[in-house]
């Protein structure tokens, strides 16, 4: 099943702006701990587009060691009127697009600039969604990437090589306009001094209690946007600051709901902004409902 990114991109910021309007139903995502990773369960419901559904997803960080994803996951969709299940589908790949997406959007109206140096922190399947799904509403000018294995950082600019990509250390990454974080660290592993003004940033992997990327003093020199503020608080970059006194829930700017729908936005062009994504169950609806328009169905019956 291949969507078209653009299509991803528009379907995921219409449903932040149902969203930032109030018109879903999204409670927090549950949590269940397992030996070596966890799996939440996230559902939602959007009336305007007639979609409810919920999704079962995994984190377990030691899975490509053992030839499997991070990241695998379940959507069902129902009817909203019957709670008859319409469609079930394997939303793994769908997980990266989505949230991909969430990246492209919090860019497009908060980066400063149409054209930036995108800096990667981590070079797994989401930077490789982040930067696909930025490349299509920005131009990217330049790439530059780190990972903990130098290897995996040179392998990822010979995939793409179609931009202008280079491997360094994390001070020389976090030189950039933009810089994307998708690393599973419970310790900051982006200093502030290294961040110049008007950067923006996007926090893709905290989503967990415990993770955390960024220095603390980033959070408090920034524009701090959620996908939603419960979440973020729970799981998302925010979350160990918090607990520890460092960050409170106040200083949060809005969401990224309120960034699209114009209520928030840059104040000005030195402004660091964080768009912190703990990835929200109305994400996987949208992208749900454009798969289901694309892909090969078996029927389900039921009586």
Known sequence: MKLDIHEVN?????AFREHGSGNVQMPPKVYITLPDGDFRTMPAYMPAEQLAGIKCVNVHPENPGKGLPTVMALTTILDPGTGLPLA???STGLTDLRTGAAGAIATKYLAGKKTVIVGLVGTGRQAAAQLGAIS???DVAGVRI?????ASAGKFAEKFSQFDCRTGTLPFVCDSDVIVTTTPSRSPVVQGEWVHEGTHINAIGADAPGKEELEPELLKRAMVIVDDPTQAIHSGEINVPIRNGLFSPAEIAGTLGEVVLGLKKRTNSNQITIFDSTGLAIQDLAIASLAMKTGEFQELEFP
């Open 10 to 14: 528009l379907a995921v910021e219409a």
């Open 88 to 90: 079930i589908l394997n």
């Open 136 to 138: 299509r509403e920005i």
């Open 146 to 150: 780190w990972s903990r294995k130098e």
